[in-house]
């Protein structure tokens, strides 16, 4: 049943696509923190246009399958502009993209829980407001964030099956791969499955220990997501 | 006249708070209410001037002095910090807030840094100071205060009266030209404003520049200068403690220090 797992060339596959997976949820999140950072900013800072281009930019992202965005981004979009464009670059700017439109909210909702007074605090002791929210402001927000960003990671990570729709190597394609040879279909998905949960738990409970160890000391902070 | 450190001339500002549709017809008020919390206050510090003002709660006190700090930016009128006009536009507010020492009443200091690392970050950030420099003038700032035993300590694990000492380090670790003091003391315990007080009446005897909102009496009896009785978001009344303690000239200011009085000797 499980004999597959000790073929060279199905292995080779499995960790070629795990590292896909890896690679593009990693940098996605990571392009999504950066970015939905930026976006949480603007949208409590900005003027009425940055916060109407923002909360356009937020509900295309959030409001339309991960899929589809994908699709015009490797297909379309290339196709329109009669460009070429490596596709795992496509794939990895998307990703980003789509997770900033959820950290935004993540990130607004921990700097507002912080803003009132922490950023007076800064401003009375002759800060600037950018000197304020890269000293007082993000350090306190990310710290509050980094459960939000736990849960983002382990969506992100399961939503990378999509890529396998647009050609792209990822774990599910390797399993589609090997079940096409093997006719294992239940042992290759279990496996697949498997994977998936070791690597998601494993990142978690690594996170969880970075959130203890960056808890400000004598204060429970409580986040819903 | 050169002497003058602050100065407030005709100072207005109003809030507009929306009430809620639904709120409003049940409470029978117009949708837009606006609260004249400061209504064309003039004020001048001199150097070493200690300056204590008071009345109702509600009455404007705090919204003046966050104007002075130009933490709340007044409509109307103008602030000076020495000869520079504040409420001008175009003037550099975070220069100038970096030379007016600010104490909150709910303290505010950042929680996520030590007692040092609170009086640090600005000495890094504004005046630019090296590593060693600013750890020197800060701990010299503790141990003004007297907090040197929590110096690592972060806000949540210390006592209000701690948490309080460690914020007016944070602003008196500047040299600022003056420090505004927002009711230092009543949020705190009874038993903790003692310490507080201490901590401000060796200010005082240092000659700092100071503008404190505050009901302790027998505190302002003994280091201020003037009291400013403020009510309506006016000045109503000034004048040396003498004159408050045994017979203000206006009615408000009688009835308010007879009750105040009242409740001190109560306590």
Known sequence: MFEFLLNPIYQGWIVQGLLLTVEITLFGVLLGLILGTLLAIGDIYGGKLAKGAIAVYVEIFRGSPLFVQLFLAVYTVPAILNV?????????????????????????GAMETILGDQMQAGLSTGMSKVQTLRHVILPQALRIVIPSWTNEFCSLTKSTATLAYVGLFDLVS?????????????????????????WITGFSKIMDMIYERKKIPGIELVMQS | MTDLVMEARNVYKAYHSKIKKKEADSCGETPKQVVEAVKNVSLQIRKGDIK???????????????CMAMLDIPDKGEIYLGAECLTKPGADLNKARARIGFVFQHIYLFRHLTALGNVELALRQVLKLPKEEARKRALAALTEVKVTD???????????????????????????????????????????????????????????????????????REVAEEMIFYDEGKIVETGPPSLFFNAPNTDRAKQFMTRIINRTTRE
């Open chain 1, 84 to 108: 070429q464009i490596d596709h795992y670059f496509l794939a990895f700017l998307v990703f980003g993209l789509n997770s900033a439109g959820y950290q935004k909210g993540y990130m607004k």
């Open chain 1, 174 to 198: 390797a399993g589609m791969a090997i079940k096409g040879i093997t006719y294992q279909i239940l042992p290759v998905w279990i496996v697949i499955g498997a994977i998936y949960l070791v």
């Open chain 2, 52 to 66: 204590l003002i008071f009345g109702p709660s509600g009455s404007g006190k705090s919204t003046f002095l966050r």
């Open chain 2, 150 to 220: 929590c110096i690592n300590k972060y806000p949540a694990q210390m006592s209000g009266g701690q948490a309080q000492r460690v914020g007016i380090a944070r602003a008196i670790a500047r040299n600022p030209d003056i420090i505004l003091l927002d009711e230092p003391t009543s949020a705190l315990d009874p038993e903790l404003t003692g310490e507080v007080i201490d901590t401000l009446r060796d200010l005082a005897k240092e000659g700092t520049t100071m503008l404190i909102v505050s009901h302790e009496m027998p505190f302002a």
